[in-house]
């Protein structure tokens, strides 16, 4: 590469990254706050309306239930109207929801809005996943997901003192604090959704912000790109909805959901269960160290995967470690060692992220990927329901969290296996499944 096209590519990289990273990375946190935000209203909220915890619970999954069923669909729809009207449209919808959940006055009512909530946003991850496909290289996929994604762990950081400071300082015109941390965290989606419409482009030779020369490399790099794919396929729906590639990779990501999600639901009373003199200031304050240590460690081994090009080992190993680690935090009673184990646990799990959401791109074409990136987002976000309801089980029927705990590490420990063993560059593409596996 001479010294002008490797200036050329490092320019263009770095305006296509500023451009979208950080605004989708916005877009991003407020999702995640305003999804995750019912569990720091329940602190006043279940006093208020009577709710009792099987309601709670019901109310705090049903999300998933709304986010499956509607996640295909969005995303068939996002290639139909381009990501720039489509995602403006989830953004707009589920803020308006999201704050009309302020207004709630029943149990019922509740489960309503939260189902909805849950079709309103379904699509909006796969969507954006699939949008810096237009945008990036293969060999730059991880490391600019892992940008993205970490803005999950980052909500949980800005949220936890956001959504309590709310609650406790913010009571006008006789509104209690949860309906008014409701209402104010859902307005800015509706926001963000009239600027993404006219922010966002939908494609590289649409970008009046990029000089002719800078649109003409990325084009041909692109295109380079996907021709250097092997074995890249492309078929219809209903043929993605049933691919065995697909749904074993869905299957490994429902199980990981399970595990990621049981931790950051009930970390709240794992921490409140070291000492009961901490504050719900307190809680927030120490919860926020392993989503910390969770984003540093994110990039930095999606940096990894992309530098060597590896993808499976680098899904792979960030499972055994979360296992492993989650074993530590479930029989270490010592705060400090728990935390530790917890923030190794998280670091594991948000690791997996960025490696793993690449694997589809390695089989797929862009248009079938849309599609099969929406079933395994949908399917293995299943597993926020079940797993944060099973940890509540384990608990309900040991009286220990850390029963839970290791119940989430047997989850991790099967994931960690099917994606050791799985098989992506096969000529075949009916299978993905190990060849011992086949023959039993």
Known sequence: MTTESNSLEKTVVRKVTLRIIPFVFLLYIVSYLDRANIGYAALQMNAELALTSEAFGFISGIFFLGYFLFEVPSNVLLNRYGARVWIARILVTWGIIAAGTAFAESATQLYVLRFLLGVAEAGFFPGIIVYLTYWFRSKELATTVALFTAAIPVSYIIGAPLSTWIMDNISWGGWSG????????????????????????????????????????????????????????????MKAMTNPKVLYLSFIYFVYQCGSLGVGYWMPQIIKGFSESLSHTQIGLIAMVPYIVATIMMIGWSRSSDRHGERQLHSAIPLAVATAAMVGAGMFNDPVIAIAMISLALAGLYSFKSPFWALPTLFLSRTTAAVSIAVINSIGNLGGFFGPSMIGMVKESTNSTAMGLLFLSGLLAIAFVMTLLMRINKQDDETVVPTALQKR
Not at 196 to 201: A, E, H, I, M
Not at 219 to 231: S, V, Y
Request: charged fraction near 30%; hydrophobic fraction near 45%.
């Open 178 to 237: 949860w309906r008014w941390m409701l209402f104010l965290e859902g307005i800015p989606a509706v926001f963000l959704g009239v600027v993404c419409y006219f922010y966002l482009t939908d494609k590289p030779e649409q970008a009046k912000w990029l000089k002719p020369q800078e649109r003409d490399w990325l084009l041909n790099e692109l295109e380079n790109d996907r021709k250097a794919k092997k074995n890249v396929k492309h078929f219809g729906v």
